[in-house]
Each structure stands twice: as structure tokens, then as C-alpha cells.
């Protein structure tokens, strides 16, 4: 379900933004959703700072747009946070996110 949310979101992303945003700064994004949150995961902290700073709002609203009241909440979180995730996932739940 999260990549068919996010390609949605990506397909109107693309038409909104230059090209050259879209590639460096939502491309590399990673999700995964999970009891209704849709974690979008990045790179590197300075990559999560800039897309939770410029990107966010327009995120939230197409998520509204498209889902109206089912749409998912979003949180951030690192991208290697995702990998200790999914290696310790029976174990303990990842630890680290950002809202």
C-alpha cells in the first residue's frame, strides 16, 4: 500500500516541482506505511531537515487531497534507521523518528 500512496504522491510532486528539486530531494525518498503513518525515509539528516522544512505541506495536502480522512499521518525518520528496523523488527521497534 505505501508504494501505490507514494507513487500517487510522486506523480503530482513531479508536475509541481522543477525537475531538478523532484531528483535531488524527493526521488531518493523511501517509505514504508505502517498504522496509518506514512514514514518517508531519507538519506541524511540534512535531506530530512530540507524536505520536512520546504516539502512537508505540500506532502500533507496531497495526501489530503487524494485520501481525504484516511489520509496517513507523516513522520521522517533516516534511511539506514529503516534497515536497523527491518533487521530488528522482531526484536524492538525502531526508536528513532522525527516528527
Known amino acids: 500500500m505505501s508504494s ?6 510522486l506523480i503530482y510532486l513531479k508536475k509541481e516541482l522543477p525537475a531538478t528539486e523532484f531528483s535531488m530531494w524527493i526521488r ?13 525515509y531519507t538519506p541524511n539528516r540534512f535531506a530530512l531537515d530540507w524536505v520536512k522544512n ?5 506532502i500533507s495536502r ?11 499521518v507523516i513522520k521522517f ?5 529503516k534497515k536497523n528496523y527491518i533487521k530488528k523488527k522482531n526484536r524492538y521497534k525502531l526508536s528513532f523518528q522525527c516528527q
Open 28 to 40: 531518493p525518498i523511501k517509505t514504508e506505511l505502517k498504522n496509518q503513518i506514512l514514514i518517508l
Open 4 to 9: 501505490i500512496l507514494w507513487k500517487k504522491c
Open 62 to 72: 496531497l495526501l489530503n487531497n487524494i485520501y481525504g480522512n484516511n489520509a496517513p
Open 54 to 58: 520546504k516539502y512537508f505541506n505540500n
Open 77 to 81: 525518520s533516516l534511511k539506514n534507521e
